[in-house]
């Protein structure tokens, strides 16, 4: 498996996190070879991460390609992406 690891500056956390719901995970979660994605922020700054796995790496790399052409939700300033493998996983669903 690979992941897709973007970095994206926000804000207004808001209007951000509505055009995430709204726009972002229904995006990402129809791609094809999509697994998991997992959109973060630390407590007390507007730093965006977001790690979303796929099942290959010619997945991970389509994604990630696609995501440098696409608008970002209002509020929202993409700072990288980049495309890792996956080399160990721990724990659940």
């Known amino acids: 498996m690979h992941a897709v690891v973007v970095r994206v500056n ?16 229904p995006r990402v979660s129809s791609a094809p ?11 007390d700054g507007n730093k965006g991460l977001s790690f979303i796995v796929f099942e290959s790496e010619e997945a991970a790399k389509a994604a990630a390609e696609r995501m ?6 209002e509020s929202v300033t993409l700072e990288s992406v980049e495309v890792r493998e996956i080399i160990e996983s721990a724990g659940g669903s």
Do not use: C, I, N
């Open 10 to 25: 926000v804000g207004d956390f808001e209007v951000a996190r509505k055009g995430l719901r709204d726009e972002v995970v």
């Open 68 to 73: 440098g052409g696409v608008e970002m939700p």
């Open 33 to 43: 070879g999509f697994v998991r994605g997992y959109w973060t922020r630390p407590s």
